[in-house]
């Protein structure tokens, strides 16, 4: 996380009235000293998947505004929940309700497992709407 990162959710999280921050981002903010905490590959491959994550959310926001939440809380909750939804009812079908095994088994039409209309695509559409719900929350500081 950037100082400026830090900075920004410390002062979000010491904000009178807002909610305690969760263990993780307390530890956050404190800075890892561990420099083995986490393998570096997998350190990277979180950086490139976060970058991408906000690439893709700054394209759509040029071509959907803030279509997600046009018509309030309800709808973004309800974006959330269909995208949910998609993802239990594949799981729940697995008698052993294994995600990894769900996500091998519902690939995107062109066959690969991060394609268009995949679990994997709806893993990550989810959790780019997780994304918007708490910047807009950490944004007009409810």
Not at 8 to 18: C, L, N
Not at 44 to 58: F, P, S
């Amino acid at each position: 996380m950037t100082a400026t990162g830090v900075h920004y959710w410390r002062d979000i999280v010491t904000k009178k009235d807002s909610a305690a921050p969760s263990t993780g981002l307390k530890r956050a903010l404190r800075g890892s000293t561990d420099a083995n905490a986490m393998p570096r590959d997998q350190r990277e491959r979180l950086k490139r998947q976060a970058a991408l994550d906000v690439d893709i959310l700054i394209r759509a926001h040029g071509e959907d505004g803030d279509s997600w939440r046009k018509r309030g809380g309800g709808e973004a909750y309800h974006n959330l929940t269909r995208k949910w939804d998609r993802i239990e009812r594949a799981i729940e079908a697995l008698p052993e309700q294994d995600i990894f095994a769900a996500i091998r088994q519902h690939t995107a039409t062109d066959g690969t497992l991060a394609g268009k209309d995949s679990l994997l695509d709806d893993i990550g559409d989810l959790r780019r709407y997780l994304h918007l719900v708490e910047e807009y929350v950490m944004r007009v500081a409810l």
